[in-house]
T-cell receptor, first 111, second 113 residues
Framework: GQNIDQPTEMTATEGAIVQINCTYQTSGFNGLFWYQQHAGEAPTFLSY????GLEEKGRFSSFLSRSKGYSYLLLKELQMKDSASYLC????????????FGTGTKLQVIP | DGGITQSPKYLFRKEGQNVTLSCEQNLNHDAMYWYRQDPGQGLRLIYYSQIVNDFQKGDIAEGYSVSREKKESFPLTVTSAQKNPTAFYLC????????????FGEGSRLTVL
C-alpha cells in the first residue's frame, strides 16, 4: 500500500523561505511529484524527482532521498500568490502510472 | 492551445439521480484519469484508462462508471449508488512515458441536494 504524510497547514512571511516536508512509505516507487493547487482550481505541476538530490527551478526547489522515503519542497522569496495547497504525490513502479497523492499542505503567506 | 476541458464546472443533483461529468483533451495523451477531492483529503483515484476501450478501477470506484470510446474523451457517471457524491471532481491526462506529469482539467464541483 501507499502512505504519504505531509503537514496540514503552514504559515510563512512574505519574502521568507519555507520548507514543506513529505514522507512516504510505498510498496513501489519510481518518483515523487509536487503540485501546487490554489483554492477551487486544478493542481499544476511543479516538479518530479526520480533521483536523490536537490533540483532547483527558479524560486522553487525539490529534494528527494529515496533511502529515507523523504522529500521536501523549498520555496524562496515567498510571494502572496504562493498561498496555496502543495500536494506531494508518489508514482509507483511499473509500466503504468497510478499516482497516489498526500492530503496536501495548505500554505498561507502573510505580509 | 492544448488542454483538458471539464464540464460542467458546477452541478447540482437530487438524490437518486445519475449525473455525467464530461472530460475532453486535445493533448493526444494516451492515459486519462478521474480523481475525487474532498476537504482534508488527498486526491483519490476513481478510474483510469490507458487506451481506448480499456479502463481500470482506482481506489474508490464504487458508485461510479466510465467509458473510453475515443482517445480524447473520458466521461464519468456518478450513479445513485454513490453514497456521498458531493465533491470536487478532477479529470487528468498524461503521456504514458516520459515525465508522467499529470495535466488537470479545471474541475467539476458536484453538490447533491
Amino acid at each position: 500500500g501507499q502512505n504519504i504524510d505531509q503537514p496540514t497547514e503552514m504559515t510563512a512571511t512574505e519574502g521568507a523561505i519555507v520548507q514543506i516536508n513529505c514522507t512516504y512509505q510505498t510498496s513501489g516507487f519510481n518518483g515523487l511529484f509536487w503540485y501546487q493547487q490554489h483554492a477551487g482550481e486544478a493542481p499544476t505541476f511543479l516538479s518530479y524527482n526520480v533521483l536523490d538530490g536537490l533540483e532547483e527551478k527558479g524560486r522553487f526547489s525539490s529534494f528527494l532521498s529515496r533511502s529515507k522515503g523523504y522529500s521536501y519542497l523549498l520555496l524562496k522569496e515567498l510571494q502572496m500568490k504562493d498561498s496555496a495547497s502543495y500536494l506531494c504525490a508518489v508514482s509507483p513502479h511499473g509500466g503504468y502510472q497510478k499516482v497516489t497523492f498526500g492530503t496536501g499542505t495548505k500554505l498561507q503567506v502573510i505580509p | 492551445d492544448g488542454g483538458i476541458t471539464q464540464s460542467p464546472k458546477y452541478l447540482f443533483r437530487k438524490e437518486g439521480q445519475n449525473v455525467t461529468l464530461s472530460c475532453e483533451q486535445n493533448l493526444n495523451h494516451d492515459a486519462m484519469y478521474w480523481y475525487r477531492q474532498d476537504p482534508g483529503q488527498g486526491l483519490r483515484l476513481i478510474y483510469y484508462s490507458q487506451i481506448v476501450n480499456d479502463f481500470q478501477k482506482g481506489d474508490i470506484a464504487e458508485g461510479y462508471s466510465v467509458s473510453r470510446e475515443k482517445k480524447e474523451s473520458f466521461p464519468l457517471t456518478v450513479t445513485s449508488a454513490q453514497k456521498n457524491p458531493t465533491a470536487f471532481y478532477l479529470c487528468a491526462s498524461s503521456i504514458e512515458r516520459g515525465s508522467r506529469e499529470l495535466f488537470f482539467g479545471e474541475g467539476s464541483r458536484l453538490t447533491v441536494l
